[in-house]
């Protein structure tokens, strides 16, 4: 597998993971699993291409990208209203966590294929790059929902179901974890 496949590989199950997080109903907790999504993808990136990596320098270039995500937060905030907010605000959160995965993954890949580290990037460069990808990012997230859609609709029945197994004392911890990985890896 070339480092460009591989790299892209990363960013689609970290896209999917964000679209999840996302989807948490609780405001700024789903904010601050998209964000530890990003680093996570961040990460793995760096090493893929060889780049130091630590969690500062990792963080200031995920807050350099995407700002202070105000349009984020808005949505996160949207589903403390009862009702039709967790669903609008839901949505809102998924597509725009996804679309923001997309982009700062994709910056990365450019910025470390061009011998860039996490320590000497041009921050309104990398913005501008972030912008358009974001927009981009917005239809891959929306085409990657409606492929994986039915596969995910899936595996999220059955770990709801291994939930209720393991709640009910069928499975242990072990096995439900092992068995969840092996359904998340699907995505």
């Known amino acids: 597998m070339s480092q460009r496949t591989e790299a892209e590989s990363i960013i689609q199950s970290h896209v999917l993971w964000s679209v999840g997080g996302g989807l948490i109903p609780i405001p700024l907790v789903d904010f601050a699993a998209v964000t530890a999504i990003q680093l996570e993808m961040l990460q793995q990136l760096a090493h893929l291409y060889g780049v ?16 202070t995500t105000l349009a984020r937060l808005g949505a996160s905030f949207i589903k403390t209203i009862p ?6 605000g839901g949505a809102s959160m998924a597509l725009t966590s996804g679309a923001s995965t ?21 921050e309104e460069q990398l913005r501008t790059a972030y912008d358009s990808a974001f927009e981009r990012g917005k239809t891959y997230v929306s085409d990657l929902e409606n492929e994986k859609g039915d596969d995910a609709a899936k595996v999220y029945q059955a770990l709801e179901q291994l939930g209720k197994l393991k709640d009910q004392g069928i499975l242990t911890e072990e096995e439900f974890q092992a068995k969840k990985k092996e359904l998340l890896s699907r995505l």
């Open 83 to 88: 009702g039709v907010g967790t669903l609008l």
């Open 102 to 122: 997309y982009a700062v993954g994709q910056v990365a890949i450019s910025h470390f294929s061009n011998s860039g580290t996490l320590n000497n990037f041009v």
């Open 52 to 67: 130091e990596y630590s969690r500062s320098t990792g963080k200031a270039f995920v807050s350099a990208l995407t700002g």
